[in-house]
């Protein structure tokens, strides 16, 4: 069969012929599109139109695709409408940053109009979770519009279709929008920046999400630092745009049906376990996993929703796990009993029902039922009023050619317990034994989920998606001071570094305390400085090191000095290291600012 095309344009002579991108006739935030559509199967023309949640040229025209597209698929356009509002907006740039008492801070300074004010509102409401909203904002200086048009327009937004639950203006125009506002959004308006400068002190914001959002010339950036916790200079920089991508990336290698488990234990192996888990949510995930009740807990009490799986529940917190809805892995029949036995006497359960997910230890003799447990375990399930989830099992070498021999004995002794679980209670629990280096080695072992960690966060599983996968983290310090060395001087402790010719060295804002190992010392590591590789010098010491930047005389104080992203990246630094990319990012410390990236 031939391949045909089918095209859209603002002229007659394509399949979706565009005739007006106009605002939403209802007044809601977005657009509204109307169309000719003449099917490509049998010729049919229709008067069509869509509402978007965008504005922008670019969403508008990359949502007219999804239209057409949809439309060839015969999907109604009821259902197109329907589904079109679902739609969130990817393309922009601002910062995600925790702030001063618990808030978080949007960084939207670079432009100001109006169509991004809509997207950077959007945005904050994927992020807020149980947080309260505020927007600062400055007058908008946009020409060609006029005045109190537009703050007619964003007061409109405010009251109906976003959850600000106030504004804090700046400048002289922006108070027009004072008056047009619902009474329960709070307000409080600044002639100039510097006037909101001087206001604010430190009980000005309190558990909230903040969206900074000024025209240039508001300098908002002076209000950003202000709210930023200002802990460190050294930052780990992570890009969601990355996380969404590879973990689109993994989606591809599955079923359309299988569902996914996304890792989110020991802070998202170093990212950040709350704003991962928020941005997996945005991208309905079937499931989050913890490795400990408390780690669930701090989920749930930012607002997160999704199913989430405890992966090594302790007794202590059988209280918290139920009352958050946490989910335990469940290995062995006494820790089953003991939970079992919680439940019964605990009052507050009484309308909830035990729902769990049986690990099976199929070789990795880690935690788990072995299969001489199956008979008591069975005995022990029947009649109970017990809800099995999931049934799964962990493979201890999916990485390695080495070990596919055992990997598949360890499928097949899973299949095998699975299954005289399953006739022996009458039930078909999930199925899941699949890691990152599982998924790209094994889908054909998928089942119905599979378990997403090392691989969202970037590192290559397996040779075939080292070239797919995207860096999601980058650690970045800077140069605190520049020195001369004269032939024959040390450098640090122990005097460890030693020079034989005149040297120029850079003091750098990292240390071991932050995850920079000892084992990088001596000229064993080299980081990045202006696009060039710098030795490491001396020892490492607790909060800084000393690097050798006698080839790069244009290096400054301050310049950015990159530990690893593209280039050194992780696999460099972890073998340096003498170990592997999991310990690496899960040692970064917590005074690392975690700062999030949106593009
Ligand atoms: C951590 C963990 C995973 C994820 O493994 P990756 O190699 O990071 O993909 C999956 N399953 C279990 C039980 C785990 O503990």
Redesign the pocket.
Known sequence: MRAQGITWSFTEDSHLFIQKIKERKDGKYGANISAIYTSSKNGNKSEIEINIPFVDEVSCYNSIICWLTLLELNIPNEEINRRMQMLEIVAMRLELKKGIQQTTIINDTYNLDITSLGSSLRFMESQAGNKNQTLILSDILQHDVSGNKIYKKIAQWLNDDFNVHRIIGVGKDIIKIDSLLKGSIKRSFYKDTESLLEDLNHNLFKDEIILVKGARSFRFERVVSRLEQQAHNTVLEINLNALIHNLNTFKRLLNPETKTMV?V?ASA?GAGAIQVAQLMESQSVDYL?V?YIDEGVALRLEGIKTPILV?NPEAAGFDAMVRHDLEPEIYSLTQLKKYYQFFQENKNNKNKKISIHLMLDTGMRRLGFEEKDLAALILFLQGKAIIIQSIFS?LAGSDAAEHDDFTKQQIIRYTRMYERISKALHIQPIRHIL???GIARFPEYQFDMV?????LYGVA?SSELKEKLHIISTLKASISQIKELKAGESVGYNRGGKVFKKTRIATVSIGYADGLARATGYGKYSVMVRGQRAKTIGVICMDMCMIDINHIPDARVGDEVIIYGENPTIKELSSCMNTIP?EVLTSISDRVKRVYVLE
Do not use: D, F, P, Q
């Open positions: 890792m234990k192996y996993t490795a992966l962990h890691n990152s280096a378990r997403l960690g090392i691989g599983v999991y």
